[in-house]
């Protein structure tokens, strides 16, 4: 379990393709007044590219996304500033790197929607590199983190708003303020 102390934290807004882990992340990184660092601009071209053929990733194809985004967790919290990042995060495997990446200093809101939701809620979106077509990999993919330490799920059938204040309740009394 991460430690409760006052000190900056990296939390990771995670869940499928869909899910909102962009609104969600900036919300709240507002809320929190926490830099917000959208994941998918650093994956590298090739990932985007296979996405946008509608090729899921592998794990091979994920680890070098998932160190940059330690790195750019890890580099924040150096400097002692936290950090909200959006990140599918889908594999306990992943979480784990990624939690090391943090020196343990890592929490995760996990945004949980049905595929009804996610899929209309992905069929709105235009201009993204990522199809609707991959729903259902990201859905097989996926390894529900409820459970785990750090933690905190929230329903994404609300708006926006009500959604990072959710969040931002859940993660209260983790000592993330
Ligand atoms: N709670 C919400 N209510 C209504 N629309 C939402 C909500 N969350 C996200 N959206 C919209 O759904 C789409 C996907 O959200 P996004 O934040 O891009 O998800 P992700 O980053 O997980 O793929 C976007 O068009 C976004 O504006
Ligand atoms: O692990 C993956 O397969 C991808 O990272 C994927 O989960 C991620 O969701 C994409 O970057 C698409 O971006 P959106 O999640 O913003 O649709």
Redesign the pocket.
């Known amino acids: 379990m991460p430690e409760r102390t006052n000190r900056a934290h990296a939390i990771i807004v995670m ?1 499928v ?8 992340g900036e919300k709240l990184a507002e809320a929190l007044s926490l830099r917000f660092i959208e994941g998918d601009q650093l994956h590298p071209a090739s990932n985007v590219e296979k996405m946008s053929k509608g090729i899921p990733l592998t794990d091979a194809d994920r680890m070098p996304w998932l160190d940059l985004i330690g790195e750019a967790m890890k580099a924040a919290l150096a400097k002692g500033d936290g950090v909200i990042v ?1 990140c599918s995060a889908l594999k306990r495997i992943y979480r784990e790197r990624l939690r090391v990446a943090a020196g343990g200093n890592l929490f995760f809101v996990y945004l949980e929607g049905s595929k009804e939701l996610l899929s209309e ?2 069929g ?2 235009s201009g993204h590199f ?1 199809p609707t077509s991959l729903l259902e990999s990201q859905l097989e993919t996926l390894e529900v983190p409820t459970g785990e330490p750090g933690v905190v799920t929230v329903d ?1 059938d ?3 708003e009500d ?1 990072a204040e959710e969040a931002r309740k859940k993660l209260a009394p983790l000592g993330v303020a």
């Open positions: 869940g393709s869909g899910s909102g882990k962009s609104s969600i959006s809620r992905m709105h979106r990522m994404i609300d708006t926006i959604i």
